[in-house]
């Protein structure tokens, strides 16, 4: 029973964020199966209670771009989802809403199963490359006056499919399993993907951000850069000392998914506020 308690507590931060994205799957569901209508619409545009609107500002901004009109309500709903990200950080999108999350760290948990490690047999484009995603699918509204990218959007393929059935939709949803697992480490959402590019830049500000607050007990022993999506993000934090640089996870491409909080043996790292470096 303790060695039960014991895994948990390993991975009690993994365990909040399925039950968080499973639940908004969840709520999103209870309408169309059984008419109770907790959340109304879909990631991009939906109805909470039927009174507060949330809307992707991703979405909006798109739709901006294409000339299309935008309803008041949606704006409304836009800037509660903006500020909401703002304050919590912006790619808690990713590690806690998306559904696409799920099928990534899966893949990500087959690959290193399978043992698939080694330069030779990773692509790793650099993750750059998401800023010039996001870019083009903006360029793309604006010039076509059409939402092309929400055409082939896995992420809302994945969550529409789910709700109402998604066809030939699931092999995009196969192609991105078998990219990560076989060609590029984590490869979509840390290398590819425009909606956690556009999700990281609300993150660079907002006020939740995870700090490395015990940085001198750091043994080195590397489990958060194993277990980091973003292992990028940490260095700064981890060994920034000497440069003046603060133990804060600034990075906008923290996910707050907060598994270095539950790797870290020596509890180096603790969940904070942007203030407190
Ligand atoms: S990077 Fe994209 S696909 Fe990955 S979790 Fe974030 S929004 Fe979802
Ligand atoms: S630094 Fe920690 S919280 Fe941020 S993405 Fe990496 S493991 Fe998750």
Not at 57 to 63: A, I
Not at 89 to 96: A, E, K, L, N, T
Not at 230 to 241: D, I, M
Request: hydrophobic letters at 50%.
């Amino acid at each position: 029973m303790s060695h039960v308690i014991t895994m948990i507590k390993a991975r009690r931060w993994l365990i909040l964020r399925r039950i968080s994205q499973l639940s908004i799957m969840f709520l999103f569901l209870l309408g169309p199966l059984f008419d109770y209508w907790i959340l109304k619409g879909n990631l991009s545009s939906s109805l909470f209670l039927d009174k507060i609107p949330m809307s992707d500002p991703y979405l909006l901004l798109q739709s901006w771009l294409a000339g299309h009109d935008l309803f008041k309500t949606a704006l409304i709903g836009g800037l509660i989802i903006f500020s909401l990200y703002f304050l919590i950080g912006g790619r808690v999108y990713c590690s806690w809403v998306c559904p696409l999350n799920i099928v990534t760290d899966l893949a990500a948990w087959i690959r290193e199963k399978l043992n698939i490690k080694g330069k030779k047999r990773q692509f790793s484009p650099n993750r750059f490359i998401r800023y010039w995603v996001l870019a083009l699918t903006l360029l793309l509204s604006m010039v076509s006056g059409v939402l092309v990218w929400e055409t082939i959007n896995p992420v809302s393929l994945l969550h529409r499919g789910i709700l109402f059935g998604m066809g030939i939709g699931w092999l995009v949803i196969l192609f991105i399993f078998l990219f990560d697992i076989f060609i590029s480490p984590r490869g979509w959402c840390g290398h590819l993907c425009p909606v956690g590019a556009f999700y990281s830049l609300i993150g660079f500000f907002s006020l939740v951000k995870v700090n490395a607050v015990n940085r001198q007990q750091c043994d080195d022993c590397m489990d958060c850069y194993a277990v980091c999506p973003e292992p990028q993000v940490l260095k700064p934090a981890l060994k920034g000392e000497k440069n003046g640089i603060t133990p804060l996870i600034a990075s906008g491409n923290c996910t707050n998914c907060f598994r270095c909080i539950d790797v870290c043996s020596v509890n180096v790292f603790k969940m904070g506020l942007r203030f407190n470096k």
